[in-house]
T-cell receptor, first 111, second 110 residues
Framework: NAGVTQTPKFRVLKTGQSMTLLCAQD?????MYWYRQDPGMGLRLIHY???????AKGEVPDGYNVSRLKKQNFLLGLESAAPSQTSVYFC??????????FGPGTRLTVL | EDQVTQSPEALRLQEGESSSLNCSYT??????LFWYRQDPGKGPEFLFT???AGEEKEKERLKATLTKKESFLHITAPKPEDSATYLC???????????FGTGTLLAVQP
């Protein structure tokens, strides 16, 4: 099992550009999550999903959109990137909504 | 509001020098307290879940304990490979949202 995988690993954007981050899991987990991690602030939840076709807002959802069209995939979109969105993004999945298992992360820089 | 505070922010130990990391929390209706390990440039790796006060979990040199207000991660005779950032998180009430602390950066010197 590959667990949770994220694509791409690194990306540099210019302000105003758009992009999509892809998260995939092969553990048949119902729950999936997107976090951002910034120095001194810990992991903060952006959006999450409790099953295929569902999404919900987390702690810091502004400027991001998500979609969960297939159970194994969870996409995070930035429609118009801003320097404040420079961060490391982590995807996680969970079978029961308790223990979460994280991917390797995507390091995004917005110039 | 659910909140997690970890201390110390950083800890430097000599190999074999046992110590403890603290995670203080306030949450409405604890459903679980979670410990993760994070190596530089990698995603958090799940270590333990604790569900109720008095519970303990062990894995190699690590032991996690839980009271009604805090959790401790005890590290016995640490080795350099135990160096990492240790994260604590809580899940409370009817929420699906984990609340993370900012972590303790542990460095174990040979």
């Amino acid at each position: 099992n590959a667990g949770v995988t994220q694509t791409p690993k690194f990306r540099v954007l210019k302000t105003g550009q758009s992009m999509t981050l892809l998260c995939a899991q092969d553990m048949n987990h119902e729950y999936m999550y997107w976090y951002r991690q910034d120095p001194g602030m810990g992991l903060r939840l952006i959006h999450y999903s409790v099953g295929e076709g569902t999404t919900a807002k987390g702690e810091v959802p502004d400027g991001y959109n998500v979609s969960r069209l297939k159970k194994q995939n969870f996409l995070l979109g930035l429609e118009s990137a801003a320097p404040s969105q420079t961060s490391v993004y982590f995807c996680a999945s969970s079978y029961s909504g308790l223990e979460q298992f994280f991917g390797p992360g995507t390091r995004l820089t917005v110039l | 509001e659910d909140q997690v505070t970890q201390s110390p922010e950083a800890l430097r130990l000599q190999e074999g020098e046992s110590s403890s990391l603290n995670c203080s929390y306030t949450v409405s209706g604890l459903r679980g307290l979670f410990w993760y390990r994070q190596d530089p440039g990698k995603g958090p790796e799940f270590l333990f879940t604790l569900y109720s006060a008095g519970e303990e979990k062990e894995k190699e040199r690590l032991k996690a304990t839980l009271t009604k207000k805090e959790s401790f991660l005890h590290i016995t005779a640490p080795k350099p490979e135990d160096s990492a950032t240790y994260l604590c998180a809580v899940l409370g009430g009817a929420t699906n949202k984990l609340i993370f602390g900012t972590g303790t950066l542990l460095a174990v010197q040979p």
